[in-house]
């Protein structure tokens, strides 16, 4: 399993210092190899920091709070499921810089690549369905 925070650290919104590059964030753990698990409210964005103590990272919501960041997310969960590439595939770094990061997955003929920077450019090909390759603006 892999994921970007759970009930034992800081939420990722709350470290984040450009709430625009959630997405991304979201994006790299559905395109690397692992199970992505999204802890409840981070789908939403929610933030609460571990000094703030247990309460603040584990608040009680009293609805869902869909937005542009749960509905990217909902895609790229569609994507992970419906891709044998993301599923099994073998990882191979391409790129990878301060401001960059470019893989590739595998999984017998069938390849999706992705490209992620700090200037929001994300790209799934191939594999993914045309309405899943832009993240939310």
Same mark, same amino acid.
């Given at each position: 399993? +892999?994921?970007?925070?759970?009930?034992?650290?800081?939420?990722?919104? +709350? %470290?984040?210092?450009?709430?625009?590059?959630?997405?991304?964030?979201?994006?790299?753990?559905?395109?690397?190899?692992?199970?992505?698990?999204?802890?409840?409210?981070?789908?939403?964005?929610?933030?609460?920091?571990?000094?703030?103590?247990? *309460?603040?990272?584990?608040? +009680?919501?009293?609805?869902?709070?869909?937005?542009?960041?749960?509905?990217? %997310?909902?895609?790229?969960?569609?994507?992970?499921?419906?891709?044998?590439?993301?599923?099994?595939?073998?990882?191979?770094?391409?790129?990878?810089?301060?401001?960059?990061?470019?893989?590739?997955?595998?999984?017998?003929?069938?390849?999706? +690549?992705?490209?992620?920077?700090?200037?929001?450019?994300?790209?799934?090909?191939?594999?993914?369905?045309?309405?899943?390759?832009? *993240? *939310?603006?």
């Amino acid at each position: 399993m +892999s994921f970007v925070d759970n009930h034992d650290v800081t939420r990722v919104a +709350s %470290i984040l210092t450009n709430k625009n590059h959630l997405p991304l964030i979201y994006a790299l753990a559905f395109g690397m190899p692992g199970i992505p698990c999204v802890y409840y409210g981070s789908e939403w964005g929610a933030e609460g920091r571990k000094e703030d103590g247990d *309460p603040a990272l584990r608040p +009680s919501f009293e609805k869902p709070e869909w937005n542009d960041l749960t509905e990217w %997310i909902s895609k790229l969960a569609e994507a992970k499921k419906q891709s044998k590439a993301l599923q099994y595939g073998n990882f191979m770094s391409k790129v990878l810089t301060n401001g960059q990061c470019v893989f590739e997955r595998e999984w017998e003929g069938g390849n999706v +690549s992705t490209l992620r920077s700090m200037r929001q450019t994300v790209r799934f090909m191939q594999d993914l369905m045309p309405e899943q390759r832009k *993240p *939310p603006t």
